[in-house]
């Protein structure tokens, strides 16, 4: 598995920390992987464009 390391502002870490908080996810990483999941899965139906 590769690792990636961002920077990004101070409110969208306590977004993220919120969401972990929530139970539905386990860490920052299970959150980002999400995200980037549920994006590929909106873009996939225009590859053919």
């Not at 996810?25 to 992987?33: K, T, V, W």
């Not at 995200?35 to 899965?41: A, G, V």
Request: aromatic share 10%; net charge neutral.
């Amino acid at each position: 598995m590769a690792t990636l390391n961002i920077s990004i502002p101070n409110e969208m870490r306590h977004w993220i920390d919120q969401q972990i908080k929530s139970g539905q996810f386990a860490n920052a990483s299970d959150y980002i992987r999400d995200l980037i999941r549920h994006n590929q899965s909106e873009k996939k139906p225009y590859e053919w464009l």
